[in-house]
């Protein structure tokens, strides 16, 4: 517990792009641009590192959801491969940057709930 506040919903109210502190305010001023500090419980969000870690864990996430499927379904060996590369890579582009900011917002919650702020 960080807060009164349990990982679990840290976790939610990061996927849900809230400040995972009050679970009130917005925790982005945009795509994936972090707030400096939560504009209701004035948390500094903007010192938690959210760099890499969210893009590995959507595409490590978006790869297994879209490239597993397709060697599992017999159907997708009839296609040619000049409709299926630019169908998959179009379809794990498309997840990737939809759920980009989600998963941000959840990573954003873990390290809020851990404590660890960049040092600065
Ligand atoms: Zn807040």
Redesign the pocket.
């Known amino acids: 517990m960080r807060d009164g506040v349990g990982i679990g919903k840290a976790l939610l109210r990061g996927l849900q792009r809230?400040?995972?502190?009050?679970?009130?305010?917005s925790?982005f001023r945009g795509y994936l641009k972090v707030v400096d500090a939560?504009?209701?419980?004035?948390?500094p969000?903007s010192l938690y590192p959210t760099d890499d870690g969210p893009a590995y864990i959507t595409m490590i996430l978006i790869g297994h959801l879209v490239i597993a499927p397709a060697f599992m379904f017999g159907f997708f060996y009839a296609y040619p491969v000049q409709v299926l590369v630019p169908v998959l890579v179009g379809s794990i582009g498309l997840l990737t940057l939809l759920a980009l900011p989600f998963i941000k917002g959840a990573f954003l919650g873990l390290m809020w709930y851990l404590g660890l702020k960049q040092a600065r």
């Open positions: 809230k400040c995972p502190c009050c679970g009130k305010a925790a939560c504009p209701n419980c004035q948390t969000l």
